[in-house]
């Protein structure tokens, strides 16, 4: 019944995640790994005692950020762990981005950016990417309560440069410029050294993608201390708890385990480069991509139809609205991208 709704319910316009389909597909549309993670977490779960899930979690979840400062040689006050990047992120909005000033949007992102400035009353306004569809950095020197982007940006795959970054925040030091480095690990450069000389750079990232631990949700911030206590404390004003007992365990594991971790993403890496050079010879636009997803437009078929068509054929990729000539595809297994290949070229016979 309207009646009882919150007023704030009317101005939402929640972000929609690709689908989770109820029959096996092959998945393609939410840039889940198709490697496992660490096998170390297996005897980890088959050695947990189940007595220690009476107690609450850490609240600090200081097990996991130890390791993480660790593995990024910076200091435990400097990292923040969520429920998912996607927390992180709505965490980080309320934190940094509730300004007089409107904040700095890339137009065409992660779709969820502008979903949080609606819940939050944030103003914001997007700047457009250029012709090939790259983020256009040197369009962001305006006046602002914020910057954000995701480097690499989803769904392009495009990457920006170390110094176009320093370029940005040397610009900016004002207002919080925060990176969502969600991709990073798949080729291209993490800006977290810079956040030792710069006190307003966010950092955010995530254990689903390169990880492959999109099913516990695990996401963490890296910044300057004041930066990290203003989470916190936002954080503290919402949930206590956010990490539960196994989750952090299971993150730990994947964190310590680097060489892995290189490895399965240097494959990816591989796995892409070829899928896209085979989807050029058919004639398609692939965007070079940094990401472990490549957006790619066909030609002779609409996405639209292409979208539909490899949906029959149990194969599940990522159609926009907001950007319809073209389909978003995460990088799956050899197997898997061989497969897509054979229904694409197969398709066109039928054409
Ligand atoms: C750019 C970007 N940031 C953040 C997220 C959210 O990741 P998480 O699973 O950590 O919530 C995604 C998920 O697809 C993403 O594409």
């Given at each position: 019944m309207i009646k009882f709704l919150s007023y704030k319910l009317k101005k939402l316009n929640p972000y929609i995640p690709g689908e989770q389909p109820y029959k096996k597909m092959i998945k393609l549309?939410?840039?889940?790994?198709p490697y496992p993670p660490t096998q170390k977490i297996k005897n980890l779960l088959k050695n947990?005692?189940?007595?220690?899930?009476r107690l609450y979690p850490d609240p600090t979840t200081s097990n996991l950020r130890k390791n993480i400062a660790k593995r990024y040689k910076?200091?435990?006050?400097q990292i923040f762990v969520g429920n998912g990047s996607d927390e992180v992120l709505a965490l980080s909005f309320l934190a940094?981005?509730?300004?007089?000033l409107p904040l700095i949007i890339p137009n065409?992102?992660?779709?969820?950016y502008p979903v949080y400035c609606k819940l939050y009353n944030i103003k914001y306004k997007t700047i457009p990417l250029n012709k090939?569809?790259?983020?256009?950095?040197?369009?962001?020197?305006i006046p602002n309560g914020g910057i954000i982007f995701a480097n690499p940006n989803t769904p392009t795959g495009h990457a920006i440069s170390y110094i176009e970054i320093i370029n940005l925040i040397e610009s900016h030091n004002d207002s919080v410029v925060l990176i969502d480095?969600?991709?990073?690990?798949?080729?291209s450069e993490s800006a977290i050294p810079l956040i030792k000389k710069y006190k307003n750079l966010l950092i955010v990232n995530t254990l689903s993608k390169a990880h492959s631990l999109a099913g516990i949700r695990i996401g963490f911030a890296i910044g300057s201390n004041h930066l990290i206590k203003g989470l916190e404390k936002v954080k503290n004003s919402f949930n206590?708890?956010?990490?539960d007992i196994i989750s952090e365990l299971i993150a730990v594991e994947a964190i310590k385990d680097i060489k892995y971790l290189k490895n399965k993403c240097n494959y990816i890496i591989y796995i892409r480069e070829n899928l896209s050079k085979k989807l050029k010879l058919i004639g398609f636009r692939v965007l070079p991509s940094k990401a472990n997803f490549i957006l790619v437009k066909p030609i002779n078929i609409s996405a639209k139809d292409l979208f539909i068509k490899l949906r029959n054929h149990g194969i599940l990729v990522r159609y926009f609205n907001n950007l319809n000539d073209y389909l978003r595809i995460s990088i799956g297994t050899i197997q898997q991208m061989n497969y897509l290949l054979e229904t694409i070229k197969w398709l066109y016979l039928l054409n």
């Open positions: 549309n939410t840039n889940e790994n947990f005692n189940s007595y220690n899930l910076i200091k435990y006050e940094f981005f509730c300004q007089k065409i992102t992660y779709s969820f090939n569809l790259e983020i256009t950095l040197n369009k962001m020197n480095e969600a991709y990073i690990n798949f080729g206590s708890y956010p990490i």
